[in-house]
């Protein structure tokens, strides 16, 4: 049995500097492509980990609501009119707000973000956050985000080292008093590209450490529990259509591609994102291109051979294609490895949640390939011209 290497093969080899020196600058378009795709969708997780970790079927919003980090409050008043709607089981208010959170080791006050809510009626669907409800309804006690960037200071390895007396004071923005509140247990939120870290306490410790900036009677979220078997569709457009025009309904998927549109359209980092990686996909093809075209430059007269002694052009053009597809394949395995690697890097740096996802990596696999295959087809029309008469 005879095995009959491709000559797409070894014309690609024949230069094997040229060959690595190509195949390198294709995987560094994949690694580009993957970062961006990573980041992108760390974007996207951080910035829903609240909407996919709330409890409730329906979210009553402000009419002004442009994003979690940057809501709008509004009346309680319309979340307990909600509560008088056919199929509607219960209700629970949140209120969302930044503090200043002083570390308790250098003196320095850091952004973070508050949540609050009443413990009799939680609206976090964590296991931590449920297994300290109880803790929650003392006074002035917190949770604190294990995964908050590391510039707060060691909250959570003294609790863990068994420090339960833990006291950290929380400024309310341009308010030169603080107030103090005892760490009383950890959970896992994580930050986001607005975020850089996140506590929850009661609703009544809430508006303690924000007494003249937030009273009780503003809220930022509604949390709305359907009675089992209520049509959803229904009462989402009964409450739209009784519900005065100061505050809107969400589905919790809605809520989601709400807050997903926000990061994409309306913010630097989402534009920033989407244009690179339409470059790296142009940019890729260009390479790839410029690849081709000169490995069919310099196989020119072997082409014309060839079409002198009878091959007909598409096989020509086959040896291109698989030529492209060559490239892709061995261009994409050092992309992906290299991509795992940074990933890692990246989540422990930043804390984000950028992970390596099936989705990602056959997104990218089949954008490699459609970009040499792209190539190919631009390259060929050299390829085209080759004339027997061109030996002579």
């Known amino acids: 049995m005879n095995f009959k290497i491709p000559l797409a093969w070894l014309q690609l080899v024949q230069q094997k500097i040229r060959f690595l020196i190509a195949v390198a600058g294709i995987a560094f378009i994949v690694l580009l492509m993957f970062v961006q795709l990573g980041f992108q969708d760390a974007l996207y997780s951080s910035a829903t980990a609240v909407h996919q970790n709330l409890r409730g079927d329906l979210f009553l919003v402000s009419s002004q609501y442009k994003s979690l980090t940057a809501s709008q409050s509004f009346s309680r008043t319309r979340l307990y009119q909600a509560l008088g709607f056919d199929g509607v089981e219960s209700v629970s208010p949140m209120y969302l707000q930044f503090a200043k959170l002083k570390n308790p080791e250098t003196g320095e006050k850091y952004s973070i973000y508050v949540i609050g809510f009443d413990p009799g009626q939680p609206v976090m669907n964590i296991p931590e956050v449920e297994e300290n409800l109880d803790k929650l309804k003392i006074p002035d006690v917190m949770l604190f985000d294990r995964d908050s960037r590391p510039e707060f200071g060691p909250i959570a390895a003294n609790f863990n080292k068994g420090d339960t007396e833990q006291t950290i004071e ?18 896992s939120l994580g930050p986001s590209f607005g975020v850089d870290g996140n506590l929850i306490v009661s609703d009544s410790t809430f508006l303690r450490i924000n007494p003249n900036t937030r009273p009780a009677e503003k809220i930022d979220i509604g949390a709305i529990t359907l009675t089992a078997g209520a049509d959803q569709e229904r009462i989402v457009a009964n409450l739209e259509a009784n519900l005065p025009n100061d505050v809107r309904v969400f589905t919790r998927k ?3 591609d709400f807050e997903k549109q926000y990061w994409s359209v309306r913010t630097p980092i989402g534009f920033i994102l989407n244009i690179m ?13 410029q690849i081709l075209y000169s490995n069919i430059a310099t196989q020119f007269i072997a082409y014309a051979t060839l079409k002198a002694i009878g091959y007909p052009n598409i096989y020509l053009l086959n040896v291109v294609f698989q030529q492209a597809l060559i490239l892709a394949l061995l261009a994409y395995i050092p992309g992906f490895l290299f991509a795992v690697g940074l990933y890692d890097f990246a989540m422990t740096a930043t804390k984000l949640p950028i992970v390596m996802t099936a989705n990602n990596a056959l997104i990218v696999f089949v954008s490699v390939v459609l970009m040499c295959i792209t190539s190919g087809a631009l390259a060929i029309n050299k390829l085209r011209s080759a004339d027997p008469a061109d030996i002579f």
């Open 254 to 256: 809605g809520f989601i």
């Open 170 to 187: 929380i400024f309310p923005f341009d308010a030169p008093i603080g107030y103090k509140v005892r760490v009383g247990g950890l959970f």
């Open 277 to 289: 990686l339409t470059m790296a996909s142009v940019v890729g093809v260009v390479i790839v291109y």
